[in-house]
């Protein structure tokens, strides 16, 4: 039996994958590669001395799924793949409908064809909305601010419909905090496309030179030093929740949502002060004005996971800040291939074919 992730060859999905492969899983993943990187995948394999199947395939092509629930034993799904930025979503609101509402539609429809009801969504802690002061549990009225955390809040909802009109469904809801960190190899990390939204991918590109310096948004909210609060969580720590969350869904039956957060809240500043240390290098910032849709302090209760899911957070914001730097060192233009004279070639490593309009291509990487 196969767990299938969707969006496996992201930030969240290659770490993901290589605990999965870790615990002993078969693991297929199905991407798109609109955000994801075929390199992390075939680095995933390297850290876990295991292959996995890789499948290029837009949830939008029921086709192209069916094949793979059709070529694999599928036991259950843990769903990532979603476009995941909150400002391209204010400028793009179909396209984060269609690709994170109507793309769950189609692959539920294929997990339903073929029997398939046990689920692990990726959600986000914005479905809190604005109003949420921490520290954040679970049974918090949902609301929220902009299409991207919509998308969340719409398929939850679907999701809920779906268990009530069969009960034989088994869900779990993963509400992430703020995801930071690589995995300790450095072989795998936060690749972002362009100018990265997010504060530790920042740092780290004006660590190694990249930025001219960070842009604190905002220095007088209500905290402790009058910068915006949020609750960091290792990746890997994120990562196990998963596999904690596939343990109960694969157990029981039901739906239940869980926040994925350390429960601490730590500063834009302390951020950085935590980040200077880890790196040994200075990060040059000036204050400018909030940013339009920002809270001032957002962190977890995170007691549901730890008493549910017998999960929690083990790792501090010091392992954070030194396994992203460790990332963003070895790997100064992410996953990009840097070639002789700094010339850089974007080496798609995916050997296998890939989807044909009537087949599926598969292959490892
Ligand atoms: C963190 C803090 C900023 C960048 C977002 C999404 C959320 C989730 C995680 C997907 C805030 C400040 C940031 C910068 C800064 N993504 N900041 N300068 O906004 O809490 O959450 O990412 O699920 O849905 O909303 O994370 O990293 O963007 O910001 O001062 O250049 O850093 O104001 O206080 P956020 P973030």
Request: hydrophobic share 40%.
């Amino acid at each position: 039996m196969s767990i299938l992730v969707t969006g496996g060859a992201g930030y969240i999905g290659s770490h993901l994958c290589a605990e999965l492969l870790e615990a002993g899983y078969d693991v297929v993943v199905a991407d798109n590669f609109v955000n994801g990187n075929a390199e992390s995948l075939r680095r995933v394999e390297e850290i876990a001395h295991r292959s996995l199947s890789v499948y290029r395939c837009d949830l939008l092509d029921s086709a192209g799924l069916r094949g793979i629930f059709e070529n694999h034993r599928i036991e259950a799904v843990i769903h990532l793949a979603g476009l995941k930025a909150v400002g391209e979503s204010v400028e793009e609101p179909l396209s984060y409908y269609r690709n994170n509402v109507a793309g769950t539609l189609s692959l539920l429809e294929t997990m339903r064809r073929f029997e398939v009801r046990k689920l692990v969504f990726s959600s986000s802690a914005t479905v809190y909305g604005s109003t949420a002061s921490p520290p954040i549990s679970e049974g918090f009225s949902l609301g929220v601010t902009n299409p991207y955390g919509r998308t969340k809040l719409v398929v939850e909802e679907i999701l809920g419909d779906l268990h009530a009109s069969d009960p034989r469904w088994s869900i779990a809801l993963l509400r992430y905090f703020n995801p930071i960190g690589a995995h300790s190899s450095g072989r795998i990390g936060e690749d972002p496309c362009g100018v990265p939204s997010n504060l530790m991918p920042y740092i780290t590109q004006v660590a190694i030179g990249q930025r001219e310096e960070l842009r604190i948004f905002g220095n007088d909210y209500p905290t402790l030093d009058g910068t915006g609060v949020r609750d960091y969580i290792h990746v890997v720590d994120l990562a196990t929740g998963h596999l904690q969350a596939l343990r109960k869904i694969v157990a029981s039956r039901g739906i239940d949502a869980y926040n994925l957060g350390t429960g601490y809240g730590v500063s834009v500043l302390q951020l950085v002060k935590a980040f200077e240390k880890a790196s040994g290098r200075q990060i040059p910032f000036r204050f400018v004005e909030r940013r339009p849709g920002d809270v001032a302090a957002s962190y977890a209760d995170p007691s549901k996971a730890a008493r549910e899911l017998e999960w929690r957070a083990t790792r501090g914001i010091d392992a954070m800040c030194l396994d992203a730097w460790r990332w963003q060192l070895g790997n100064p233009m992410g996953y990009a291939e840097m070639r002789e004279g700094g010339q850089i070639i974007h080496e798609n490593r995916i050997r296998h074919s890939v989807l044909a309009v009537s087949g599926v291509g598969e292959g490892s990487l």
